[in-house]
Structures are given as C-alpha cells and as structure tokens.
C-alpha cells in the first residue's frame, strides 16, 4: 500500500488488542504484521508491549496501535488498562492446541466485559503451517466465530499466511464502522450508537461469501 504520510500524520489511530492463552503466537503475528520478522526462540510477553503500523485504507492513513501482552494469569491486573479504548480485538488460538480454542470463550467475555459492547473483532486460527499437528479443524473456528458473530481468519506468522490479510480486514471494517457512524451521527445523531452495532456485525449463515473473501480457509 503506497503513498504513506510521515509517521505522526495519520486520519484515524485505532487501538487494536491481542487477546488469547500463551504460546498462541501473539507476539509474532504483531512482530510479522508492523516489521515482518519471525522469531523461533519468541519467548512468553513480559507486561505489556505494542506497536504500530499505518496502511491506506479508502484513501485515508489509518495508524494501528496494537497491544500485545501475556496470555497468563499472573498479568491478570493489568486487565482494565490494557483493554481501555480498544476498537478492536484479534482473539488468537493454536489450531495444534485444543485447550486454547476452548479458551477462546472465556477471554471473549472478559473482552466484552471491559470494552464497548461494539467492538469488532475477529477470531484468529493461528500455526496454520502446522497442518500435521492439526486439533482444532477449520470448521470449529467457523463454528464458534459464527456463533458469537466475530470475523475469523486462519494464519500462519511463520510463514506469513494471511497475517497482512488479518489486520488489514479488520482495520477495514473498524474504519468502515466509524465512518458509518460519523455519516449517520450528522444526519440523526439518535440512531448512531446502532449503526456501529450493525457495522460490526456478519452473520456468516447469511452471507457464506465473506469467509471466502477473507482467505480464511486458504492451506
């Protein structure tokens, strides 16, 4: 994506957060996305780190901070600073690992719990380079995702499967949200806080297409 402003210029900054158990590849899929590195001996987030990076999307410079901590219950406390004045979420499992998918519920309520209830977020396959070690088949995470009305998208950091394609979507949608918002906030300020809910949401049974285009399910 060309034409890039200065680092400090931007449209809109977005703050993403990284959410799921440790070992799921958090750090590495923010690593690949904002400086495209990869790192084996990747050892468990200490605190809280974040990064940035900007992309074009409609025209506009939209800058991403994304937050990335420790999956484990030792950082618990710092639960409420961390998820403060996200817009969006990437929850992220283990596709060789079956406890983290079943997981994924209760670190969804703990986001729901902390953030507005419109944030967009998007259920997060990752090792999928891994496909031998397989234990949590595509069509749960499809399953789950439409269920709970997230976007949802498999990765590999390793190999750099759809991690561009992950956040650049969700980015997307936030954006197209906000200016939804804004659009509809200048013509009835009334009915605003729907449109985000109705921007946020894809009902997967209604519309099978968008998996598709995600790349979701690409080996």
């Not at 004045?85 to 983290?100: F, I, N």
């Amino acid at each position: 994506m060309a034409g890039y402003r200065a680092e400090d210029e931007y449209d809109y900054l977005f703050k993403l957060v990284l959410i799921g158990d440790s070992g799921v590849g958090k750090s590495n899929l923010l690593s690949r996305f904002t400086k495209n590195e990869f790192n084996l001996e990747s050892k468990s987030t200490i605190g809280v780190e974040f990064a940035t990076k900007s992309l074009s999307i409609d025209g506009r410079v939209i800058k991403a901070q994304i937050w990335d901590t420790a999956g484990q219950e030792r950082y618990r406390a710092i639960t409420s600073a961390y998820y403060r004045g996200a817009v969006g979420a990437l929850l992220v499992y283990d596709v060789t690992r079956r406890a983290t998918f079943e997981n994924a519920a209760r670190w969804l309520k703990e986001l729901r719990d902390h953030t507005d209830p419109n944030i967009v977020v998007m259920l997060i396959g990752n090792k999928s380079d891994l496909r031998h070690l397989v234990a949590v088949p595509t069509e749960d995470g499809k399953s789950f995702a439409e269920n709970e009305s997230l976007y949802f998208m498999e990765t590999s950091a390793l190999e750099a499967t759809n991690v561009e394609e992950a956040f650049a979507e969700i980015l997307t949608q936030i954006y197209q949200v906000v200016s939804r918002r804004a659009v509809e906030a200048g013509e009835d300020g009334a009915s605003a806080s729907s449109v985000l809910t109705k921007g946020q949401t894809i009902n997967v049974k209604e519309d099978g297409s968008v998996l598709k285009r995600m790349g979701c399910c690409s080996s």
